[in-house]
């Protein structure tokens, strides 16, 4: 079927899963093992689907959240272990390998960290008190962002919302240690005791760096940064598209913030032609360099040793790690022990040398026909957003044609990266510290190479192993890593009413971003346009606003309710995923003669569909990361990732007899697409 934008191909059949008694029977067993089957799923269908595992499983004291995910990730981590230790243990690598045993056994090796200590940042920390005025401090900014530290402002390399076949320099605002500007501005005992402990923090990693006075200088730290969040734009409101696109030319740049010295920091960052770039906040800037032109220079020095230490705090010393944990993690999140060191060795890898680890990851755990089995059915889920189209009165039909073919102009990314990034140029030594910095600088100077230049779309921007997927809007591409089409998610042996339950949905939520409160504003070809009708966007816009209400009246903590604005469009996604994953498997039931047997008993194959979606957010998490997220996520907690979607959804109230009036059947609902 073809109706504008990129050929679909027409899918062939998936395997139907199990294929004897006893496979069956295994499945139902993981399916049962999971459910609650004494709660009623139209009072609560999340403890219905996951109540059994929520009281079975304990979170993990190193862990401050802890689900299907992560135990999909453990899994994942095990493979990876295994790949980095065979690699350090080898005594004849080939190149990819050896980088893979450098990296991860430096890691490992705690005494050598702790002999080696921070004498690999030493010289940026001279850089740092060398720099007396604003020209010096802009100089360094650029050396520190090299490395992962982001004061006052970030650099990022993405398209141009306008061309987005071409790469320009996107700068946004940052500068902050604590999560969100709210943490530095809320009111109240709670907050001003969480404040205290920060500049506690604070001091303690600048008195590690040797800094004399480092009470004093800590408490300046966190007011400077009180003023930055002060003029921070609110993450729910930042999020607009058209709000961040702001073109800026490097004239109109330093008209923007005089005192600042652009020409010093494009130098450092190694592109002294870039002339354009796209401001993200322009009044965070200006405010920003307005900020920290005031500021004294110690402070200024201070404020720059800091975040050079907080941007590296997890891979420096135990005396900076372990305090790094003691307030981020601990006192933050309520996560009772530190991860262990083979854990956070293997994200570091992953974050340094990650195609190099994901190619010998795709070699064991992705075989041939999973992405195959992965195209079809997203070609399905296409085919089920396609059907619905027209069912959508709400839509006129030149937007619905458009939209018709901005979906098969998607371009579906599986499994792994057709070409693998080259790691040769890394060097790489026994301190681990200092490779983390290589791997670090490695990736900036591949990004600073890539400002003005036409747009890679085979690049990906999750390493293979990640279990996880993302639509980018820009490219208007679907990105599924192997990471993740993996059980309880996707199986070959699974029925297809797992799978649709499962990673079909994950395939219908990141399809319909393309069509969220942000996503449905760039065309089929990535570019930021309105290429809605007028009537369709004011009709759009009423029902975003119907999830949002509904979204910002659920309660996480007493007293802690998630932000609806903030979270609209994964909650957007999450309505149209469900709806799509239960209309393909519907159109797949169908080609199969529309009578495909039950699978895991005491469920019909709709039922099972819902209760493998449900069951894929299985969670728990500490109260005091619940907060956090609360602030800071853009995505809901589980259980309303679970409830919100299927309350709203005919469909579901049919499968399971949920009568008007019931938890999971309202009398007012919400439908987008």
């Given amino acids: 079927m073809s109706m504008g934008g990129a050929c679909k191909t027409t899918p062939v059949t998936p395997p139907a899963g199990p294929t004897t008694s006893e496979e069956t029977k295994a499945v139902g067993e993981v399916v049962h093992a999971v459910m609650d089957e004494d709660a009623d799923p139209c009072t609560d269908f999340y403890r219905y689907a996951c109540g059994q595992w929520l009281d079975e499983t304990t979170m993990p004291s190193d862990q401050p959240r802890y689900g299907r995910f992560n135990e999909l990730r453990e899994q994942n981590e095990a493979t990876l272990r295994g790949i980095l230790d065979e690699a350090v243990a080898a005594t004849d690598p080939e190149p990819a390998q050896a980088q893979l045993g450098t990296f991860y056994g430096s890691c490992l090796d705690e005494q050598g960290a702790e002999t080696n200590g921070i004498a690999a940042i030493e010289p940026l920390l001279a850089r740092i008190d060398e720099a007396k005025s604003l020209d010096d401090m802009m100089v360094v900014i650029a050396e520190l962002q090299q490395y992962g530290a982001r004061p006052l402002f970030n650099l990022d390399v993405d398209a141009d919302y306008d061309n987005p076949d071409i790469n320009v320099t996107h700068l946004g605002q940052s500068g902050l240690g604590m999560p969100d500007r709210n943490y530095y501005l809320e009111e109240g005992e709670a907050p001003e005791a969480l404040r205290k402990a920060y500049a506690e923090h604070v001091a303690t990693v600048l008195a590690g760096l040797g800094d004399e006075d480092a009470a004093r200088l800590a408490e300046s730290i966190v007011a400077l940064e009180t003023e930055l969040a002060k003029v921070s734009i609110p993450r729910d409101q930042i999020r607009d598209p058209d709000k961040r696109r702001n073109k800026t030319t490097l004239k109109a740049l330093k008209a923007m913030t005089p005192k600042l010295s652009w020409d010093g920091y494009l130098a450092a960052v190694g592109r002294p032609d870039v002339k354009d770039f796209n401001v993200v906040a322009p009044s965070y800037m200006k405010a920003m360099a307005g900020i920290i032109a005031d500021a004294k220079p110690p402070v200024r020095r201070a404020y720059l040793r800091w975040h050079l230490a907080h941007g590296l705090a997890e891979q420096m010393p135990p005396a900076f790690s372990t305090a790094h944990y003691e307030f981020f993690d601990k006192r933050l999140r309520g996560q009772a022990e530190p991860a262990p060191r083979w854990r956070t060795c293997i994200k570091a890898t992953d974050r340094a040398l990650g195609e190099n680890l994901g190619r010998k990851f795709v070699e064991q755990r992705f075989a041939g026909q999973n992405r195959q089995v992965a195209n079809d059915m997203i070609a399905q889920i296409e085919e089920a957003f396609a059907a619905g189209l027209p069912g959508l009165e709400w839509m006129d039909d030149p937007t619905r044609q458009r939209a018709l073919e901005k979906m098969h102009a998607v371009v579906n990314k599986i499994g792994h990266p057709e070409q693998w990034r080259d790691y040769s140029s890394m060097e790489l030594g026994t301190d681990h510290l200092a490779n983390v910095m290589a791997g670090r600088r490695f990736e900036w100077q591949r990004q600073a190479k890539e400002i003005g230049e036409a747009v890679d779309q085979q690049q990906w921007h999750m390493t293979p192993s990640t279990v996880n997927a993302y639509y980018n809007p820009s490219s208007n591409e679907m990105v599924f890593p192997a990471g993740i089409l993996q059980p309880p998610f996707f199986s070959a042996d699974y029925p297809m009413a797992m799978n649709f ?173």
């Fill in 501 to 673: 339950g499962g990673i079909g949905m994950v395939m219908g939520h990141e399809l319909t971003h393309g069509f969220d409160d942000n996503g449905r504003k760039f065309d089929g070809d990535g570019r930021l346009t309105e290429w809605w009708g007028a009537d369709a966007v004011t009709r759009f816009e009423e029902r975003a606003a119907c999830v949002e209400e509904l979204y910002s009246g659920y309660e996480v903590q007493p007293g802690v309710n998630l932000n609806g604005k903030l979270t609209l469009g994964e909650n957007i996604a999450d309505f149209g995923g469900i709806r799509q994953a239960f209309g393909a498997y519907q159109s797949w039931a169908d080609s199969q003669g529309g009578n495909v047997p039950q699978v895991v008993e005491g469920l019909t194959n709709e039922q099972l569909l819902f209760v493998s979606f449900g069951q894929i957010w299985c969670s728990h998490a500490t109260p005091e990361v619940e907060r956090v997220l609360a602030t800071t996520d853009s995505h809901s907690h589980p259980r309303y990732r679970v409830n919100g979607p299927l309350s709203n959804y005919p469909e579901f109230w049919e499968a399971f007899s949920c009568e008007e009036g019931t938890p999971m059947h309202p009398a007012n609902v919400c439908q987008v697409w």
